[in-house]
């Protein structure tokens, strides 16, 4: 079958769905985006977007336009499914696979013999088989004869996705051998890097396992910021002399770890192998503590003022998004406001407006600041120097002040 004739339903229209499927409709598929919002569903089908990524609006409107790509509520008939749903923890620190499962039996009865279900969303090992092809089971389907099921876990780094979607090598492990042929045919049809077969539950340890190795190794930058603050040395002048070794690389320290995927993966290995994860799940609490480090800094520094005006630079969970999920830097700008410590200015380049805090432009933060605590390294920030700041406190979790 040509692409042309390739008709893909895809299932959550956040930011891995919607790159995928704009990128597909461009290639020249009929691509059919599903989300549960319909917000989401009318804003792409005005031809624009409702998350913060390089390009992706080009992209959007350009598929939306050639006819190639349309949202909606519900799901169609396709030859290929496309899950790309959150899977969050919940109480625990319990993985939630209700929004798979719930994908799964929407899709479900459009699925016919001959087509290919492929799971993206980062899931715990056995998820693919115990909850995809299980539910597609008890449809009447037969996962791996039938109908193929395989996951495929997206590796995209947001900021980078439309470039990463094409560019990165993917894993992909079917349920059975026949599974993991159809899935792999599909990614090489718009896949730049190599697509390495695999089964199921390996692709899925491994996904889990790229995010728990960065997760470490930050864990292991932030443990040396406390240590080296401890001391009275600048932790960045000692990471960048240290990984002049040739076989030294140390990440970078910040105020904690954020986003909705090195903050909660980890955790899914921990979940089904609690004796054995004990460093993966040390190196989460190390970073899961980094936030009331910070906090606390502000404290002891605000205690020297009478109603200190705080700038806070930055909400995001990284440098140059405006996605806000487990960041960081949001949760300690709630929580010294929750404590009332100082006045707070709030600055987020990429966010218009928040309805927790009136946003204020960086000159304005600064100019009325006495402590200016950096939280993120966005580009709008990268032009700081300490002599900007005068007799003003800095606390600058990330290094970026010359
Ligand atoms: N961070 C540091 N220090 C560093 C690097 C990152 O504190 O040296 C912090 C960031 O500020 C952020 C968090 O870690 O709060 C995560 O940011 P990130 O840029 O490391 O990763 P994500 O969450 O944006 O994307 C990751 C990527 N995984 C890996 O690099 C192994 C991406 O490829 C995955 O597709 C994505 O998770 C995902 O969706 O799972």
């Not at 339903?9 to 989300?35: E, M, N, Q, R, W």
């Not at 193929?148 to 780094?157: D, G, M, N, Q, Y």
């Not at 443990?223 to 140390?250: D, F, K, Q, Y």
């Not at 933060?365 to 993120?376: K, P, Q, Y």
């Amino acid at each position: 079958m040509k692409i042309l004739d390739k008709t893909i339903c895809v299932l959550g229209l956040g930011y891995i769905g919607l790159p995928t499927a704009s990128l597909l409709g461009t290639k020249g598929y009929k691509v059919h985006g599903v989300d549960v919002s319909e917000n989401v569903v009318n804003t792409i089908n005005d031809g624009r977007i409702h998350i913060v990524e390089p390009d992706l609006d080009v992209m959007v409107k350009s598929a939306v336009n050639s006819g190639n790509l349309k949202a909606s509520l519900e799901p169609c008939e396709a030859d290929i499914f496309i899950i790309a749903v959150p899977t969050p923890f919940k109480d625990g620190k319990k993985p939630d696979l209700s929004y798979v499962a719930q994908a799964t039996e929407k899709i479900a009865p459009f699925v016919k013999s001959g087509n290919l279900v492929i799971l993206e969303s980062t899931s715990p090992v056995g998820t693919t088989n115990e909850v995809v092809a299980d539910i597609l089971a008890n449809y009447g389907l037969k996962p791996g004869e039938d109908v193929f099921v395989a996951h495929c876990p997206e590796r995209v780094l947001p900021g980078r996705i439309l470039i990463e979607l094409v560019e990165n090598d993917r894993v992909v492990g079917g349920i059975n051998e026949a599974s993991t042929k159809v899935a792999v045919d599909f990614y090489q049809e718009f896949v730049r890097g190599d697509v390495l077969a695999t089964t199921a539950k390996t692709a899925e340890m491994v996904k889990l396992t790229e995010n728990s190795s960065r997760d470490v190794q930050i864990a292991f930058a932030n443990e040396l910021s406390m240590i080296c603050e401890s001391e009275g040395i600048n932790t960045w002048e000692v990471i960048g002399l240290a990984n002049r070794h040739p076989r030294v690389n140390i990440l970078q320290p910040g105020p904690g770890v954020g986003g909705h995927c090195i903050a909660v993966d980890p955790w899914f290995i921990v979940d089904r192998s609690p004796d054995k994860a004990r460093l993966i799940r040390t190196a989460r609490e190390v970073n899961d503590s980094k936030p009331d480090w910070v906090i606390d800094r502000v404290k002891n520094c605000a205690d020297k003022f009478k109603n200190p005006t705080i700038a806070c630079l930055g909400l995001a969970f990284k440098a140059d998004v405006d996605d806000l999920r487990e960041s960081p830097a949001f949760d300690i700008v709630q929580k010294l406001k929750a404590d009332s410590i100082g006045n707070l200015l709030v600055c987020e380049p990429n966010l218009k407006q928040h309805k927790d805090f009136d946003l204020v432009t960086l000159e304005v933060a600064i100019r009325d600041a006495d402590i200016v605590l950096l939280l993120v390294d966005h580009k709008q920030f990268n032009h700081l120097k300490v002599i900007d700041f005068k007799e003003r406190v800095l606390i600058d979790t990330r290094g970026v002040i010359k």
